[in-house]
């Protein structure tokens, strides 16, 4: 038997030992329950792949799947699985029929034909890494609880003697095996859940694991070629980092006098109202201004593909496709129906760790909303994550579209404002027989911004921020009453040029 020395035995998921706290402890055993098509399999070759590529023994014995299985397993992500030992065993008819036999106690007893074919196959591979698939099966073979109790203590001390890390398969229930759960090192349970509509999803939870701390609550995985991807849960404090804490302009001097100077560095701002009041205009306005002083963004687009996006954009004079051909900008196209929550999150940190954003775009806010299949519980994953993303410096810019176009009923479909450090504000309405748009800033935790409403003009020439509407009352409520003259309405019905 063979090692690499390490205390910790990696499980060659990356995900899965950032979560452990590096791997799991050597020279135990481990139980991996799930439902059928959870990904034990799969979780099981990956750990003796590593162990392989560590250059260590590993043996799998199979007393569910046949040998043609498990390579087809391993044909569908391309792996190669010379160097590993294979073990099949199915119990006989007489085995199973044998009220008497019983199975993985080589101490004191007798061993019947399966326990003394996997013994010796264990002592002639003399492995440091194993994986029994399944514990179901001895289960059945053991015929009762003490029986079966006695078979995992054997097998145990058994492998504990031979300093043997082995991962023991399980298709549990969700209650869990009782016996597994006192006698093994650790447990990992697998959950697959398929919702009312899209992809299923499917998460992991490392509900045991003795004398290490380990990241608790639920985590995100995906199986896809290549073996399980898992999405550890974000936990903000473990990030916090120093930076330059300043002011981010948009670009636009009507929209930074209107932010007190702009954005600061490390916040959140809000963009909401109705639809075709501007939201995404102006992130994108935001995204390449941030681009132009050479900065990286990254855009996450959940309403609209790219192609309408930088059509739009063009038509407004935002360059945004310049510097998504520069590289500068980077937008991503979210399905809400195929990726978990988990996964967004995994793709935002990976965007400002490994892609050095200093700028994150979401657009929009309800469409992470029907991402998640628990809705109570998107205010919590929504902190953590603007946490993480303040504590490294980088501005947030997340859209909310509202129901409604003009008056009283316009209100969005969740409440998120709390979250923003910034919240802008914009409406139509409707004067001299015309339809404008309004912008204002309704909250800013982070200094000082205007309280005057202005008007918003978007066409070729770009976005225009108006001068402001002084001589209207009632302007959010989409009905203003005008106090002017005429002569002086007509004379503002162009908006004065950003530019």
């Not at 899209?198 to 995985?221: I, M, P, Q, S």
């Not at 989409?478 to 106090?483: D, K």
């Amino acid at each position: 038997m063979t090692g690499d020395g390490a205390s910790t035995a990696q499980t060659g998921v990356s995900g899965l030992d950032d979560i452990l706290g590096g791997g799991l402890p050597r020279n135990h055993i481990y139980v991996i329950e799930g439902t059928p098509g959870a990904g034990k399999t799969t979780l099981g070759i990956q750990f003796l792949l590593a162990g392989k590529a560590a250059g260590e023994t590993c043996l799998y014995v199979s007393l569910s799947e046949t040998r043609q299985e498990i390579q087809a397993v391993a044909d569908s992500h391309g792996w190669v699985l010379d160097g590993i030992e294979i073990h099949e065993l199915v119990p006989s008819q007489d085995l199973t029929a044998d009220a008497d036999t019983t199975l993985f106690h080589p101490a004191e007893i007798e061993l019947g034909e399966t326990t003394g074919s996997i013994l010796e196959e264990i002592e002639r591979v003399d492995p440091s890494r194993l994986v029994i698939d399944s514990l179901s099966e001895v289960r059945l073979l053991s015929q009762n609880p003490l029986r079966y109790r006695r078979q995992i203590v054997g097998l145990k001390q058994f492998l504990a003697r031979r300093r043997c890390t082995a991962l023991l398969l399980n298709d549990g229930s969700e209650d869990g095996d009782q016996h597994l759960q006192t006698v093994s090192h650790g447990i990992v349970r697998l959950e697959h859940i398929a919702p009312l509509y899209g992809a299923d999803r499917r998460r992991l939870r490392v509900t045991k694991l003795r004398a290490v701390r380990f990241r608790e609550g639920y985590h995100d995985f995906r199986i896809e070629t290549g073996g399980i991807v898992v999405f550890p849960r974000l936990i903000a404090a473990e990030h916090q980092s120093e930076f330059i804490r300043e002011t981010v302009s948009s670009g636009l001097p009507g929209l930074d006098a209107l932010l007190g100077g702009g954005l600061n560095r490390g916040t959140t701002a809000l963009i909401t109202g109705p639809a075709g009041t501007g939201k995404s205009a102006i992130v994108a306005q935001y995204a390449s201004a941030a681009a132009s002083r050479g900065e990286n963004v990254a855009m996450f687009t959940f309403d609209e593909g790219p192609g309408t996006l930088f059509a739009r954009t063009e038509a407004l004079g935002i360059p945004l496709l310049r510097y998504v051909d520069e590289s500068r900008v980077r937008v991503k196209q979210i399905d809400p129906a195929e990726l978990s929550p988990g996964e967004f999150t995994h793709q935002v940190r990976s965007s400002v760790d490994e892609e050095r954003a200093r700028m994150i775009v979401v657009d929009s806010l309800s469409g992470y909303y029907n991402a998640m299949p628990e809705e109570r519980l998107l205010s919590v994953q929504l902190h953590e994550l603007f946490s993480f993303l303040r504590q490294r410096g980088v501005v947030v810019l997340i859209t909310l579209p509202q129901h409604g176009f003009v008056g009283a009923g316009v209100e969005a479909n969740i409440d998120v404002s709390y979250l923003a450090d910034t919240v802008v504000l914009l409406r139509y309405f409707e004067t001299a027989g015309e339809v404008r748009k309004a912008i204002s800033v309704i909250k800013k935790r982070s200094g000082r911004h205007e309280s005057f409403i202005r008007q918003l003009a978007m066409d070729a020439q770009g976005l225009r921020i108006g001068p402001p509407l002084r001589d209207f009352q009632g302007v959010l409520t989409g009905l203003p009453a005008y106090s002017g003259s005429s002569t002086e309405l007509l004379r503002d019905r162009e908006v004065p040029s950003d530019r």
